[in-house]
């Protein structure tokens, strides 16, 4: 179950931001005795792999606190941040860390299984941010695009840490998830009427 959790939690990370989870996993790996990634993730932890992912994040985090170049970033990464999801949740589920001891009990075959949850958890979170980005944007003139971006790169750091160190707390991000989709689709109809409230009354004028 933990492993389950962990590679969840990795890749919901990952819908959030592409690299945080993976360059957490590399220098957790290359670094410290915390992550012990399996034989064929081991590339996450190679210098090069961790330089390159570094160089990708900075990029990323610029890109996604800029009013409408974050909305051209979230098409873009509608294909990476599913990918990275995919990666994080194999290399995540299948790393020996300080509550995982045996990996190999979870996903003992079919290796491209993980892959492909990883794939669609991220891909799922990813939706949902970009589906929220616009109204957030819409609502606050573009101001809260920094804002919004900042939180979210925090909670993907919060949630990477928290699903190799401290899994079961996933759970309590799964929860907010449900909460916050509700919201999320009731915000954009209210945003339908107003718009559609706004162009009648201008067709009064």
């Known amino acids: 179950m933990l492993e389950v959790l962990t590679g969840s939690g990795l890749a919901a990370s990952a819908g959030l931001n592409a690299y945080i989870p993976l360059l957490l996993m590399g220098l957790l790996s290359r ?16 210098g090069w792999v961790v330089l390159i992912l570094a160089v990708l994040l900075a990029v990323e985090v610029v890109a996604d606190k800029v009013p409408v170049v974050d ?7 509608t294909v990476v941040r599913p990918t990275a999801g995919g990666l994080a949740f194999g290399a995540g589920a299948g790393s020996e860390t300080v ?3 045996d990996p190999d009990t979870f996903f003992s075959t079919h290796q491209w299984v993980p892959v492909v949850v990883g794939v669609l958890i991220a891909l799922g ?22 804002v919004a971006s900042t939180a979210e790169d925090a909670t ?11 899994p ?7 929860a907010g ?4 989709v509700p919201w999320l689709f009731r915000r954009r109809r209210e945003r339908r009427r107003e718009r559609a409230a706004a162009r009648e009354a201008g067709f009064r004028v």
Do not use: C
């Open 125 to 146: 979170v990813h939706l949902l941010k970009a589906a929220a980005r616009p109204v957030i944007n819409a609502t606050t003139a573009g101001v809260g695009a920094p």
């Open 31 to 46: 670094y410290t005795d915390l992550v012990e990634l399996p034989s064929g993730w081991q590339w996450l932890g190679n």
């Open 71 to 77: 909305h051209v970033n979230d098409v873009v990464q």
């Open 99 to 101: 509550t995982v001891s």
């Open 156 to 166: 993907s750091v919060v949630m990477s840490v928290v699903a190799l160190l401290l």
């Open 177 to 180: 998830l449900v909460i916050f």
């Open 168 to 174: 079961v707390l996933v759970l309590v991000f799964l």
